[in-house]
Structure formats: C-alpha cells, structure tokens
C-alpha cells in the first residue's frame, strides 16, 4: 500500500523523518535507549552501527538539485527490493529483522588491492557526502532523495583496478534466512548489477549509507548501495556484498530476466519507450493527487556530466 501525504501540506512540514522514526523505528528497535552517541574525531566515513542513527561528519557534496524532496516516509514505504517482496509496501514491511551488521564486503577481479572487508573498514578511508538527487524508476514514477554516500569513483580508484578492468560488478547479498522473496525464483539470484568503468569513475555515482542524513533503512538497501541518477533505478543494487573488476561485461539481473525490455545501460531516455509503457513522462511520488505527471528528462536531467560518455553510442540500440 502507498502511503500518500495529503497535498495540502506545505513541505515546510513534510520533513516528518524523526518522528516516523520515532514511531517506527526507534520504538521497535529500542535502538539509540542507550545507544552511545557518536562524534567525529577523525576524517572519514563513520557509520553508528544503529538503526536510523543520525551519520556524523556528513558535508554537503555537488549536484544537488533544489526540488521538493520526498517524504522520509514515501522514499522508505514505497520500494523495490525484490528479496523482501514483489509489492511496494514489501520491503517495509519484510526487512525490519534483517541484520545490516555484522557485514562484510569482498573486493574482486582486476585491481591492485582486493579482499574482504568489514563494512567499516571499507568505507573508512572516504568522506560522506549528501547529495539530493532525482530517481527515476524504470516503472515511471519518480523521487527525490537526499543521500549520503561515498562517491563511487573514490572507492574504484582506491582498490586501483588494472587495465584489464573495463567494468564493474556489484551483487547483493543472497540469504534465504533473512530474505524471505530469496526463497522464489522471481529473479535469477543473487541481484546483480554494473557499471562500465567510465561509469563507474564518473563523479555522480554514490554508494549511499544513509537517507535524510540518518543511516539508511533495510528496506532502502542497508548498509551500502548504488545510486546512479542518470539510470532507471534498478542499477541501484542494494544490500552490496561484492564488487569485482571485469574485462568482460557483467550479467545483470533484469537484463537476464528480461533482455529486449531492461537493457545493460538502462539510462533515462524519454525517447526510448520501454515495449510495454511509454518512458516521456513520469509521476513524481508524493507531489499529491492532483498533480499530474512530469516530463522525464533526458539522462534525468543529468546530461551535461554524462552525455560523453555515449557520445558514440547508439542509445536505442542500447538502452
Ligand atoms: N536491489 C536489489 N538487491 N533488489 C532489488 O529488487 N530493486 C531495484 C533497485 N535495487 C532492487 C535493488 C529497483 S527496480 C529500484 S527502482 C530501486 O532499487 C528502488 O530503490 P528504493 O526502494 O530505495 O527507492
């Protein structure tokens, strides 16, 4: 079920995060009750092993837009994270148990520095950052989310892939115990996803741990995830427990569950219908009844920082 803020609320008043948390989160977690706090005292990515716990240390990063975010509540209700479920109110209501810690990380393929990692001493060595983007979901509906990750090409260029890395693989965890949707066969798993490695070293991309400044929700992909803008949502890999360095192009899920209507590239075109829906327009969750739709901009409005990289790509073959 898509929880909806009525439209009439002005959106001074919409920022109602810390009390859904209080009310969700906090009280069925008992988390933060004598939770230690958490201060900065040296450079680098903190992230308090608690759910929902405010992230330290989080500067504002570039390319932020300016328009009305989406509701704590709508960006943390309305998923997609088939593990948990096919249906947008699934992960909320699924992933409350899953256990984000303790978690590892393993590092593969073509790089000078490989391995596993604990979760935080793979993100220890960059900064976080927030960056409030426009998503753009395959299924024409759109959000606004102010992130918090580490951006993606400082991570690449610290595990300093050879020249025989021409792409990067992500694949989420893969627990039947934890992931009840794991327990069906509605996509090949584990979830897979990737990047070329201009893509991927490209400044835009982020791994986000954390939403609205606090550590990001189970459902939203905890700890770690993928965020491209420019690309329909589902390259936003959640649940990350491995990324390797390839010279051949990586399987993607809902490439292999469906390849003549979610292609490697998946970049927002306007122009480029998806066979069974049209992809110029786009509802913007949370923008109230009678809103009406948007026009979807190409590359998500994002062009200027991604257009070259396709300069001699032909996007309708290669959507
Ligand atoms: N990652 C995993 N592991 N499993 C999924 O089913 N769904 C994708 C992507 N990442 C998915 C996933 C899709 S289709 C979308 S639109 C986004 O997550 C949704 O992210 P959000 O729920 O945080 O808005």
Same mark, same amino acid.
């Given at each position: 079920?898509?929880?909806?803020?009525?439209?009439?609320?002005?959106?001074?008043?919409?920022?109602?995060?810390?009390?859904?948390?209080?009310?969700?989160?906090?009280?069925?977690?008992?988390?933060?009750?004598?939770?230690?706090?958490?201060?900065?005292?040296?450079?680098?990515?903190?992230?308090?092993?608690?759910?929902?716990?405010?992230?330290?240390?989080?500067?504002?990063?570039?390319?932020?837009?300016?328009?009305?975010?989406?509701?704590?509540?709508?960006?943390?209700?309305?998923?997609?994270? #088939?593990?948990?479920? %096919?249906? !947008? +109110?699934?992960?909320? $209501?699924?992933?409350?148990?899953?256990? &984000?810690?303790?978690?590892?990380?393993?590092?593969?393929?073509?790089?000078?520095?490989?391995?596993?990692?604990?979760?935080?001493?793979?993100?220890?060595?960059?900064?976080?950052?927030?960056?409030?983007?426009?998503?753009?979901?395959?299924?024409?509906?759109?959000?606004?989310?102010?992130?918090?990750?580490?951006?993606?090409?400082?991570?690449?260029? #610290?595990?300093?892939? %050879?020249? !025989? +890395?021409?792409?990067? $693989?992500?694949?989420?965890?893969?627990? &039947?115990?934890?992931?009840?949707?794991?327990?069906?066969?509605?996509?090949?798993?584990?979830?897979?996803?990737?990047?070329?490695?201009?893509?991927?070293?490209?400044?835009?991309?982020?791994?986000?741990?954390?939403?609205?400044?606090?550590?990001?929700?189970?459902?939203?992909?905890?700890?770690?995830?993928?965020?491209?803008?420019?690309?329909?949502?589902?390259?936003?890999?959640?649940?990350?427990?491995?990324?390797?360095?390839?010279?051949?192009?990586?399987?993607?899920?809902?490439?292999?569950?469906?390849?003549?209507?979610?292609?490697?590239?998946?970049?927002?075109?306007?122009?480029?219908?998806?066979?069974?829906?049209?992809?110029?327009?786009?509802?913007?969750?949370?923008?109230?009844?009678?809103?009406?739709?948007?026009?979807?901009?190409?590359?998500?409005?994002?062009?200027?920082?991604?257009?070259?990289?396709?300069?001699?790509?032909?996007?309708?073959?290669?959507?």
């Amino acid at each position: 079920m898509l929880i909806k803020k009525p439209a009439d609320i002005p959106p001074s008043e919409i920022t109602s995060e810390t009390n859904f948390l209080n009310r969700r989160d906090f009280l069925r977690s008992g988390a933060l009750a004598g939770g230690a706090l958490v201060t900065t005292t040296a450079a680098g990515a903190l992230v308090p092993d608690q759910r929902g716990a405010q992230l330290p240390g989080v500067t504002p990063g570039p390319f932020s837009t300016s328009e009305t975010q989406t509701s704590y509540e709508d960006i943390t209700t309305y998923n997609n994270y #088939y593990e948990f479920g %096919t249906n !947008k +109110a699934d992960p909320f $209501a699924n992933a409350q148990d899953f256990k &984000p810690r303790p978690w590892t990380i393993s590092v593969e393929g073509h790089a000078d520095k490989t391995g596993t990692f604990d979760f935080e001493d793979f993100i220890k060595p960059f900064d976080l950052e927030e960056r409030i983007y426009r998503m753009r979901c395959v299924e024409a509906w759109s959000m606004v989310i102010p992130w918090v990750g580490i951006p993606l090409a400082d991570v690449v260029k #610290y595990f300093a892939p %050879t020249s !025989k +890395a021409r792409f990067v $693989a992500f694949e989420t965890l893969n627990d &039947p115990e934890q992931m009840p949707g794991v327990r069906r066969p509605n996509l090949d798993w584990p979830y897979r996803e990737g990047l070329t490695i201009a893509e991927a070293t490209n400044p835009l991309p982020l791994l986000a741990v954390g939403i609205y400044g606090r550590a990001i929700p189970n459902q939203n992909g905890a700890p770690i995830r993928l965020v491209v803008p420019w690309k329909y949502g589902f390259k936003g890999i959640k649940g990350i427990v491995k990324i390797s360095f390839t010279s051949t192009r990586p399987q993607t899920s809902w490439n292999m569950a469906a390849p003549r209507e979610y292609g490697f590239y998946a970049n927002v075109n306007p122009q480029v219908d998806h066979p069974r829906w049209s992809q110029a327009r786009e509802r913007r969750i949370g923008s109230g009844l009678f809103a009406g739709k948007q026009e979807t901009l190409m590359f998500n409005g994002y062009g200027e920082h991604v257009a070259h990289l396709y300069k001699d790509l032909n996007l309708r073959r290669n959507f």
